[in-house]
C-alpha cells in the first residue's frame, strides 16, 4: 500500500532513472516522501525554477522541442493560468502545424480543485478549459494505481500532456499497481459493477463516488462506477457499455455545471445513447460562482458525496409519464 503523493514521488524518481532526457522544472520535491529528487539526480535533472509559471512553460517547451522530456510542476492548477500562452497557445498547436513531423513530448502537472479555504484564486478546477483546447492530452489520476500506471505512459507521450491530481488525493492510499505499468491512455475502469445507474466520476470524486454508491446500497440502489482515467482521450465505449445496462447516467466532476466535463460527457453520451436512457442525465458539479474562501460555504458550493447520492436517486425515481 502506498499514498497518492508518495506513490507519485517514486514514480517521477522510476522514469528518470529510466530515461536520462527526463528532467523536472517547478516545484515539486518532497523529502517526507522519500528521498529528495535533487538527492537522486543532483541540479542538472531537478532545476533551480523561478516563481514565473510563464517562464517554466516556455523553458520547457524549447528544451521538448530540442529533445529533451521535461516534466513541469505548478503546484496549484490555477498558477498554471500563468503560463496560458504557453500551455494553451503553443505547445498544442507544434504537431499540427509541423504536420506531425515536430514531437512536444512535455508533462504539464498541477493539482486542482478546491481544498479548503483556498479562495477563489487558488481553488480552480482546469480540465474543462484544457479540454477546449485540441493538442492536449489530459490524464486525472485517482489513486497510486492510476499514478503508477499513467506517469510512464504520459512521459512516453510525443504530445504536450496535462496531468491534474485532486488535492485531497495526496494522503489517501491504495496498491500501487494492480493492472501493471504504462496504462494506455483512453482506457477507463470499472470502479465497481451495478445495475441501476452509471455514475462517472473524475480524480478524488471516485472516491466519494464509491462512498456514494455503498450508501445507495442500503436503500436498494445497485450503481455502477466508471473512472475514465484520462479525459483526452475519453473511453466513451465504456460508458456506453455502462450506460445501455443501467439506463441512467450521473456525471460527477469539479469542474463548473455550465460548459464543465459533466456538459461534454453528458452531451457526448445524450447523443450516443439516447434511446437506452430511461432518465434525464444528472450533472454533479461546482455551482457557477467563484470557490467562496469561507469553509462553511466551500462545501455548498462543490460536489460530494451526498449531491451525487441525491442525483442517483433522482435517476432512479425518474418515472417519464408522471414528469413534468
Excluded at 465504456?238 to 466532476?253: C, F, P, Y
Excluded at 452531451?267 to 432518465?279: E, P, S
Aim: proline share 8%.
Amino acid at each position: 500500500m502506498a499514498t497518492y503523493l508518495s506513490a507519485l514521488h517514486q514514480t517521477l524518481i522510476d522514469v528518470m532513472r529510466a530515461d536520462d532526457r527526463v528532467m523536472v522544472l517547478g516545484q515539486f520535491d518532497s523529502p517526507a516522501e522519500g528521498p529528495r529528487l535533487t538527492d537522486v539526480f543532483g541540479p542538472d535533472r531537478l532545476l533551480p525554477s523561478p516563481v514565473s509559471e510563464l517562464a517554466l512553460a516556455g523553458a520547457a517547451l524549447g528544451a521538448a522541442l530540442a529533445g529533451m522530456r521535461p516534466i513541469v510542476t505548478f503546484g496549484i492548477g490555477s498558477f498554471m493560468l500563468n503560463a496560458w500562452e504557453q500551455v494553451i497557445n503553443e505547445a498544442p498547436h507544434f504537431r499540427y502545424m509541423s504536420g506531425g513531423q515536430v514531437e512536444v513530448p512535455i508533462v504539464l502537472h498541477a493539482a486542482g480543485g478546491a481544498r479548503g479555504a483556498g479562495g477563489a484564486q487558488h481553488s480552480h478546477s482546469l480540465q474543462a478549459m484544457l479540454w477546449n483546447t485540441p493538442g492536449l492530452r489530459i490524464a486525472m489520476p485517482a489513486s497510486p494505481s492510476d499514478v503508477r500506471g499513467l506517469w510512464p505512459a504520459a512521459v512516453a507521450d510525443p504530445n504536450p500532456v496535462v496531468m491534474l491530481d485532486g488535492r485531497h488525493l495526496y494522503p489517501t492510499t491504495g496498491p500501487e499497481s494492480d493492472e501493471g505499468s504504462n496504462l494506455p491512455f483512453g482506457k477507463g475502469r470499472v470502479r465497481r459493477t451495478g445495475t441501476d445507474v452509471t455514475i462517472v466520476a473524475t480524480s478524488w470524486l471516485v472516491g466519494q463516488a464509491l462512498a456514494a454508491a455503498e450508501e445507495l446500497s442500503r436503500d436498494g440502489i445497485d450503481a455502477e462506477v466508471i473512472d475514465p482515467r484520462t479525459l483526452v482521450p475519453l473511453d466513451e465505449d465504456l460508458i456506453l457499455q455502462s450506460v445501455g445496462k443501467t439506463g441512467r447516467l450521473v456525471v460527477a466532476d469539479e469542474t463548473h455545471l455550465s460548459c464543465g466535463v459533466g456538459a461534454e460527457i453528458a452531451a457526448r453520451i445524450g447523443h450516443r445513447a439516447f434511446r437506452q436512457l430511461k432518465a434525464p442525465i444528472e450533472r454533479v458539479a461546482t455551482a457557477d460562482v467563484p470557490i467562496p474562501f469561507s469553509p462553511a460555504l466551500e462545501p455548498v458550493v462543490v460536489p460530494g458525496i451526498s449531491r451525487i447520492v441525491e442525483a442517483a436517486k433522482r435517476a432512479t425515481a425518474y418515472e417519464p409519464n408522471r414528469a413534468t
